[in-house]
């Protein structure tokens, strides 16, 4: 995987958003306050923080991620890191549901 530019842009807003989502994390709110509908910015932050650790352990570049790169092109779809992701988001949210 190679390393691509430093996009401002990006950065920004991706700070603004896990701002966003520590704001409803750790604020002044509870559930009640703000509604579960609410609540799914906290995987998003958890994701996004581990996201580097993650790639170093081969976690986007695994078997059955899709990467097409032509001159002035690259698409890149993770299947089977989605699957896994979505397997353990889905364990995590079965045991607190129990």
Request: glycine share 10%.
């Amino acid at each position: 995987m190679k390393r691509h530019e430093f996009d401002p842009t990006s950065f920004v807003l991706g700070l603004a958003f896990a701002a966003l989502g520590l704001f409803f994390v750790v604020g002044d709110r509870t559930a009640a306050d703000i509604g579960w509908k609410w609540m799914w910015p906290v995987p998003l932050v958890v994701l996004g923080v581990l996201w580097p650790l993650l790639a170093k352990l081969g976690l986007g570049s695994l078997p059955g991620d899709f990467r097409v790169e032509r001159k002035g092109y690259s698409f890149y779809f993770p299947l089977t890191t989605s699957i896994i992701v979505s397997i353990v988001i889905t364990l995590i949210l079965w045991i607190f549901r129990r």
